[in-house]
């Protein structure tokens, strides 16, 4: 930008969409006509319309509206329009277009131009929202808030479309929503706040910092966060940015006006805790993450929980992006394996919404389509995160700084967290991350963020794209909160997981004193423990206990743990029922005298049942216990059954057995019967689902069509509106006007007349579209065929007169289109009847004229007399006539200035001559007066001077007269013997004057 040109103190970025011409003209109609900001209007507009936004809003404002092009400087005081079929960016104040992906499913110019509006401005920046559908804007709002610039939102209630409103404001980031007429009134107010000066803004938050400590201090009371170690610039700036749009002046008023309303320190928390996210957010980290760290990652964990935690992780989106990146190298690589990550914030406000997984279309943009249409399904405008990938992640409210953190963790991710601050604290999250960290665990910082001091704990993968691995998990920095003092909840997800991961620490420092009873036992069994078997509710042996043989036996095959499998064939049905039994009602049960074969006859068994202790965090259990029969059975408790197998009930039992086998294979049958229809049916839900896509995308595409032509339909209906205010105009024009006008078309056809026209053509409304030979005319000696071809190409006019009597002026000119085409011809009829006579008149009086000056002219040439004109301005004569040369031997071009006329007077008459011509002349009279004037051969000859006074503007501004030769007269009264009449003589006094 050359250093000539004025740069605005703001840039404005309007978005808007379906229904946004009528807010973006409340909008503009109340801005001033000369302000310091520039405005670059971005719509959805139709790659198939030309858009008429500009001659539309150019009389809406008296502002310049242009529309952007390559190159074009942003100035104060003006409005841009974004062009059809491009996207909009601006770079160091000057505007770029960029082609509109075709094969991109989802275009957001908003956001595009927002994006790159925060990146150049930074907090001159300024994001107004206004009506439309859709989300586009919302990842705009973020961007441009976290640059510091300011949100303006047009109330919802008032929005045709309240679709983009209301996506702005899910943000919570709006620092003004109002209807669109009252939004520029508060823009201005904002924009001439004298606050706004970098300089003064810095001055007067450095002075006073007992406010600051004060606003600290209600911050950490009501949102338990302490701000105090956060990066002065930042806090300071996001506090100054509250002042101003609240109108307060100082530190102190602000920390007053945030004791008296408790809502304000919500607010300024958020701006805060502004967080800047999105899927996929810095493409080519992720694209390393994908190839190189996930994929380790899975291969170290070998089967055991892979722990993951992203610290600040906002609206989730870092979250689920890991999420999916790891699902998809799993299902890539077929396999199963437990993923937990761990994604926490301090903004319970932002972790709700992150839970829900429920995102604006917007995300479309960001998002990879494989990964979209896997892992995403469109629900009521939104697109929801699958329950597959939800399920992979924890959401937690925890504070980085304060509360414990996790423990063998394979991955932290911490991205544009740490810039915000104080080097103190950033050492002790460094601590807190390698505690929590496995040996070779990864840490993945911003791209602006490094691991400064703490760089002797860990080695550098990546250094541009910041990924760092662990060198070795450290213990507990000290002073690290301990978990009971955490603040934590049984209902917290975070406390939930802790007390997990203690519990497992309890058990495996419990896991030496089992050993030891579990040799204990193994000792004992064979003498004192009878054979003993525990299962869980499925009948799965959990642990055998002594010498099971010959009341177990294991199949050949795949080994398996299921006890109706393992046991006798006698001791299966009285172990199976008795157990389900058992577990079912929670009692101990008891069989007796049960004979089992062995390979040297037969022994006599009781069976004993019970359940055992539940444990937390484990499922129910029951024991169940074979003795060999006793011979006291005195001892036998009154809850055993006596079950002895009879031959009949052998027989019984060997049927039951067949038919249960015989079940088993028609449920076998009718498994595969299943599966098989099961997989007709994924298949075809495959084929649904990938018509669904199909169906989605066409539904995008058609609400993105039908939103542009909402654009260009409201559009045409304000031109429509406009059409029809210019046609009413020109019919009431034509119907007051005495001029007759006749428009003819290409085809010598009538397309309109006025009125007047009709005293020259007989017309009436039937004959518009009908060939004008058809009309009859009240002209004489006209042909309009002619007069229509002479016109096509040129001007040309007649008069002509009409049967009755009457004069009109007939002017033809060619109908124009366009420039240098025409398509028809417009005849005009101006009567001029009376500037006829008038001319008639005139030329009457003009021949008289022309007689009487041809007589005086003759009368002038013929007399002894020299007629003259002076100009007074130029002080010169500006007429002599040729009598000079004979009455005074001068030649007329000698006459110059007025000297040259008084130096020529005799010296007894030059000064009351001058003196009396120059009184006459200042009053504006016309005076004669009689002086002596010397000739061009010395002589002196009487002359009498008649003069006229031309006044302009009550000031005299020329001279006329006659000096005629009186001088025989004069000679005549001094020798009246030679005339024989007396003498006469006059005195100076006597001169003849004209009053």
Not at 332 to 361: C, H, M, N, W
């Amino acid at each position: 930008m050359s250093s000539n040109e004025a740069v605005p103190g703001f840039v404005v970025g309007v978005g808007a969409s379906a229904g946004g011409l009528e807010a973006i003209e409340a909008f503009f109609s109340r801005m001033p006509a000369r302000s310091d900001l520039g405005f670059v209007v971005v719509q959805h507009l139709s790659p198939d319309y030309k858009s008429l936004m500009v001659e539309i809003l150019s009389k809406r404002t008296p502002m310049p509206v242009h529309r952007a092009e390559e190159g074009m400087s942003v100035q104060p005081g003006s409005i841009y329009l974004i062009p059809p079929r491009t996207n909009l960016t601006i770079f160091h104040g000057k505007l770029l277009l960029h082609e509109q992906e075709p094969n991109r499913t989802i275009n957001l110019p908003i956001d595009i131009f927002l994006n790159s509006l925060a990146e150049d401005q930074g907090e001159r920046a300024i994001a107004v929202i206004l009506s439309g559908s859709g989300s586009d804007g919302m990842r705009g709002v973020r961007a441009v808030k976290q640059s510091g610039g300011m949100i303006m939102v047009q109330d919802p209630e008032g929005a045709k479309f309240d679709g983009m409103p209301r996506a702005a404001l899910s943000t919570g980031l709006a620092d003004f929503v109002l209807p669109a007429d009252e939004l520029a009134e508060q823009l201005v107010a904002f924009t001439r706040h004298p606050h706004l000066a970098a300089d003064a803004r810095a001055d007067r938050l450095h002075v006073d910092e007992d406010g600051m400590t004060r606003i600290f201090a209600m911050l950490r009371e009501r949102c338990k966060v302490d701000f105090t170690h956060y990066k002065p610039s930042t806090v300071t700036r996001r506090v100054d940015r509250r002042m101003t749009i609240n109108g307060i002046e100082t530190t102190a008023e602000y920390a007053n006006h945030l004791q008296r309303n408790p809502a304000e320190i919500t607010t300024l928390f958020r701006e805060l805790l502004i967080g800047v996210t999105s899927f996929f957010r810095d493409t080519q980290v992720f694209d390393d993450v994908r190839a190189r760290i996930i994929p380790a990652l899975v291969d170290a964990a070998d089967g055991r929980e892979m722990r993951l935690w992203v610290a600040g992780c906002s609206t989730g989106e870092e979250a689920y992006t890991l999420a999916m990146l790891i699902r998809d190298d799993l299902d890539t690589r077929g396999i199963a394996l437990d993923v937990k990550i761990f994604a926490t914030d301090i903004d319970r406000d932002a972790l709700q919404f992150a839970a829900a997984g429920s995102y604006p279309e917007s995300v479309a943009a960001d998002i990879p389509a494989h990964f979209l249409s896997r892992y995403f399904f469109k629900k009521e405008g939104h697109f929801q995160v699958s329950r597959s990938i939800r399920e992979m992640v924890v959401f937690a409210q925890h504070n980085l700084v304060k509360d414990p953190p996790f423990t063998a963790v394979d991955m932290i991710s911490c991205r544009n967290l740490l810039i915000y601050l104080q080097p103190v604290l950033q050492t002790k999250v460094f601590e807190y991350f390698l505690f929590s960290l496995r040996p070779d665990g990864v840490l993945m910082l911003g791209t602006s963020e490094t691991v400064g001091d703490a760089a002797q704990g860990f080695d550098t993968i990546d250094p541009r794209l910041k990924l760092f691995r662990s060198k070795g998990r450290l213990r507990l920095p000290a002073g690290a909160p301990d978990f009971a003092a955490s603040g934590l909840h049984a209902g917290d997800t975070r406390y939930r997981e802790i007390h997990r991961q203690a519990g497992a620490l309890r058990a495996s420092l419990q896991g030496s004193s089992e050993r030891a009873l579990e040799r204990f036992i193994e000792a004992v069994s064979p003498r004192f423990v009878p054979v003993g078997v525990i299962v869980n509710e499925a009948l799965e042996i959990i642990h055998v206990v002594g010498d099971s043989h010959p009341f177990m036996r294991f199949p050949p095959g795949r080994p398996t743990v299921e006890l109706d499998r393992v046991v006798s064939k006698e001791l299966a049905i009285p172990f199976v029922t008795g157990l389900q039994k058992v577990f079912r009602e929670r009692k101990p049960l008891e069989f007796h005298g049960i004979k089992v074969r062995d390979g040297q006859g037969h022994r006599i068994v009781d069976l004993t049942m019970l359940p055992l202790e539940d444990r937390r965090g484990q499922g129910p259990l029951a024991a169940g216990l074979i003795r060999e029969h006793a011979t006291d059975t005195s001892a036998e408790p009154p809850a055993s059954v006596s079950y002895d197998l009879s031959a009949v009930s052998q027989q019984r039992i060997t049927d039951l057995e067949q038919e249960l086998q015989f079940s088993r294979e028609n449920l076998q049958a009718t498994i595969e019967e299943l599966e098989t229809a099961n997989e007709e049916l994924q298949a075809t839900n495959e084929e649904l689902l990938a018509s669904n896509e199909e169906l989605q995308s066409t539904n995008e595409e058609l609400q993105s069509t039908n939103e542009e032509l909402f654009t260009v339909n409201t559009e045409y209906n304000a031109k429509i509106i406009e059409l029809s205010e210019l046609t009413g105009d020109v019919e009431n024009l034509l119907a007051s006007s005495a001029i007759g006008l006749l428009l003819l078309d290409e085809n010598f056809a009538v397309r309109r007349f006025s009125p007047a026209m009709t005293r020259l053509l007989s017309l009436d409304e039937a004959d518009v579209g009908r060939s004008i030979e058809r009309v009859p005319t009240l002209l004489r000696e006209f042909d309009l065929r002619d007069a229509y071809k002479r016109a096509t190409s040129n001007r040309c006019e007649w008069e002509v007169q009409s049967v009755t009597g009457d004069w009109f002026l007939i002017r033809a000119v060619p109908y124009a289109v366009s420039p240098g085409e025409s398509s028809g011809v417009v005849i005009s009829a101006v009567e001029i009847t009376d500037r006829k006579a008038m001319e008639t008149e005139i030329r009457t009086r003009h021949r008289h004229v022309e007689e009487e000056a041809e007589r005086y002219r003759m009368l002038v040439e013929n007399a002894h007399a020299v007629s003259w004109e002076f100009s007074i301005r130029d002080d010169r004569w500006t007429y002599v006539s040729p009598q000079v040369t004979a009455i005074l031997g001068y030649a007329p071009d000698e006459w110059t200035d007025y000297r040259y006329w008084v130096d020529r007077i005799h010296p007894d008459d030059r000064d009351w001559a001058g003196d009396y011509c120059s009184e006459c002349t200042a009053r504006g009279e016309p005076h004669v007066f009689e002086y002596r004037f010397r000739a061009k051969d010395d002589s002196y000859r009487w002359i009498r001077d008649v003069v006229t006074v031309e006044v302009s503007d009550g000031k005299p501004v020329r001279l006329r007269g006659f000096m005629i030769d009186i001088t025989d007269r004069k000679r005549a009264e001094e020798h009246p013997t030679l005339t024989g009449t007396a003498p006469t003589m006059k005195s100076e006094s006597e001169a003849p004057r004209v009053d």
